[in-house]
């Protein structure tokens, strides 16, 4: 799957390269995640112009999914947009309301439905301007919580492979909700600390299994070691367990 903002980004920095310059946008989103609770029909998210020039972004919604390891988003109107096409003035801003459709997910073993907004700014004409224009993307995540007395909850299982020289992150996720990992340090048994994320690595979807390949060689991970992490931005600290990857 291509990753669409990384691949505009090294597209525009290549042509920026030969072109006659270059400009950037000044759209900006807040906040960077939302999730409705059951009894929750509608929440909104605020796109701002800081840039000097008016500009225009279109919303879209995709329902978001992980399968086999990998994020699948798939177009959805489970969620509405409004409004889905804008044009702020700048220094404006503009509220955009998130309206879920129909009921919040229920029954026996019901978990959280998680959504994609991808809002995409539209590139427009400026007079007087010259060279590459820079539009920017946001993915924004959406979560539903399922209906009933608890709030949904995460359960995490974790797991070192190695294959060969390598070793791969592997995170399942029994839980209700979906789990954000950010800031992970790897702790030997000798207390030799080892960044693996530095910011965000990644999220773990209810009844879902991430794999995440690791820069660093597999001489670094011992059998007793342990994890630190940001799980959904509380301070955690998690047992690993060694394996060879199954061939």
């Given at each position: ?5 990384l ?16 400009w ?14 059951p ?24 329902r ?12 959805s ?7 889905p ?21 229920s ?11 991808a ?7 400026t ?20 209906q ?11 797991q ?28 030997s048994?000798?207390g030799?600390?080892t960044?693996i994320?530095?910011g ?6 209810p009844?879902?299994t ?19 992490a940001a ?16 061939r």
């Amino acid at each position: 799957m291509i990753n669409r903002p990384l691949c505009r980004l090294l597209l525009c920095a290549g042509l920026a390269l030969v072109g006659a310059g270059a400009w950037a946008s000044g759209l900006q989103v807040a906040p960077v995640s939302l999730t409705l609770q059951p009894a929750q029909h509608a929440d909104g998210l605020w796109l701002s112009n800081t840039g000097t020039d008016q500009i225009h972004a279109q919303v879209r919604v995709y329902r978001w999914t992980q399968v086999n390891g990998a994020d699948q988003l798939t177009p959805s109107q489970e969620l509405v947009i409004s409004p889905p096409m804008l044009g702020i003035q700048p220094g404006g801003r503009q509220l955009i309301r998130v309206i879920r459709i129909g009921a919040p997910p229920s029954g026996n073993g019901a978990v959280e439905a998680a959504y994609r907004l991808a809002i995409d700014e539209l590139p427009v004409h400026t007079p007087g301007k010259r060279g590459l224009q820079f539009v920017l993307h946001y993915s924004v995540p959406v979560f539903v919580e399922p209906q009933g007395e608890a709030a949904a909850t995460v359960n995490l299982h974790w797991q070192l492979q190695r294959d060969g020289d390598r070793m791969t992150l592997v995170v399942s996720n029994a839980g209700t909700g979906h789990a954000q990992l950010a800031e992970l340090i790897y702790v030997s048994d000798k207390g030799k600390r080892t960044t693996i994320a530095g910011g965000l690595l990644g999220y773990v979807l209810p009844g879902a299994t991430m794999h995440w390949p690791l820069k660093q060689p597999a001489s670094v991970f011992a059998e007793n070691g342990t994890l630190e992490a940001a799980i959904n931005g509380a301070q955690a600290t998690q047992t690993l367990s060694l394996a060879d990857r199954a061939r």
